[in-house]
């Protein structure tokens, strides 16, 4: 996969050219603790390396080395506190590099490769350390190339490059995505099952991601939201520490990563397994578009279709349940809908939860779904607490249902399908039926 990834990059790169990539720098979680590292997307997209201090260069037009990996050498003091290395030798042995060094010979050794470039691929704002020392070089090598003729003049972000290979998964991140949706799927279930009146949300938030380890997953791909009652109103409710009371909807929206691939699955349901009057309204509402807005993906709609679609959906179920009083041209042109409806209906998904995201082309317009696609789809209503003017018995619902989908040759396929959102369906899982 990675050396297919490589090969894509290099056809789309220019004659002379040169492209550097860094891994990301660990994240210090307090003075002496770092946070669960976890690779650059790109980086590990080019590589499948998974340590920090490591450096890719691609060099096409090399006569010998087309694929450089600087990385941390062994060293038997640090693999004691912090966990066995790659080294160099297994560098070049396991993750097919034409030549290894250790990262600390970078400065030394980068020159052999760019002597020939006019054009440097790399992306600022990663790597702090690794950024000074690119800007250093780049700058050298132009002023050398003012008084020899030869050296960089060019430097280019190859991010575009990339976000527009990411955008279509090959099999094997298909493989993987299908397996972080069949962890992330196991996880929903459990908590579905679990959830009982007077629990705290931090046990069902114990309950899925327990379920994610013990399933395969290497983590979560996102803090794991479970919001119960009015906090379902807050999109990004991390907290998780409110008990559960008898009537209250519970949201929980979670994800699992495989193999650095991701899930991302939101259900909303009643914790004593009956949805009341009120929460059936807008629960249904949101069940309809979420059908409706899956049913217009497929190879060749616009990208923006499935957006468009949820607005006018909810727009309509807003007015008929009173949200929304007017008429609905003016409210669209006000974007009224945005006080209980936010945010895009959905998002790419990869190797990260909210992964690369070119969606248009270069003059502007949206691109068309293709085959290979993958995207969540998550419509939500959500009334705050406070919010003025509207039937009292709403008032601190939240819903959101999302799924993931795969857009295929004749359509589109719903990966997460098998956590139920019917409200039938619901309420019968919830209570054990």
Known sequence: MHKQNRKTLIEKMGPRSVAIFASAPPAMRNHDTEHLYRPDPNFYYLTGFEEPEAICVLAPEHPKHQYILFVRPKDKKAETWSGKRIGVKDARRHYGADRAYPIDTFSEKIGEYLKNADTLYYALGANDEVDSEILHLFTRSVKGRIRSGKGLDTLTDPSPILAESRLIKNEEELRRIRKATEVTVAGHLAAMQAVRPGMYEYELEAVVESTFRKSGANGTAFPTIVASGANATTLHYTPNNCQIEADALVLID????????????????????????????????????????????????????????????????????????????????????????????????????????????????????????????????????????????????????????????????????????????????????
């Open 254 to 433: 979670a994800g699992a990563e495989c193999e650095r691939y991701c899930g991302d699955v939101t259900r909303t349901f009643p914790a004593n397994g009956t949805f009341t009057d009120a929460q059936r309204d807008i629960y249904q509402l949101v069940l309809e578009a979420h059908h409706a807005i899956i049913d217009c993906i497929r190879p060749g709609v616009s990208i923006d279709e499935p957006h468009q679609k949820s607005i006018e959906l909810l727009m309509d179920g807003m007015r008929r349940l009173g949200l929304l009083r007017g008429k609905k041209k003016k409210l669209m042109k006000k974007k009224a809908y945005e006080e209980f409806y936010m945010y895009r209906v959905g998002h790419m998904l990869g190797l990260d939860v909210h992964d690369v995201n070119c969606v248009h082309e270069p003059n502007g317009d949206f691109k068309t779904f293709q085959p290979g696609m993958v995207m969540t789809i998550e419509p939500g209503i959500y009334v705050a607490a406070d919010t003025k003017g509207v039937p009292p018995a709403y008032l601190g619902i939240g819903v959101r249902i999302e799924d993931d989908i795969l857009v295929t040759e004749s359509g589109c396929e719903v990966l997460t399908d098998s956590v139920p959102k019917e409200i039938d369906e619901v309420e019968e899982f919830v209570r054990g039926a």
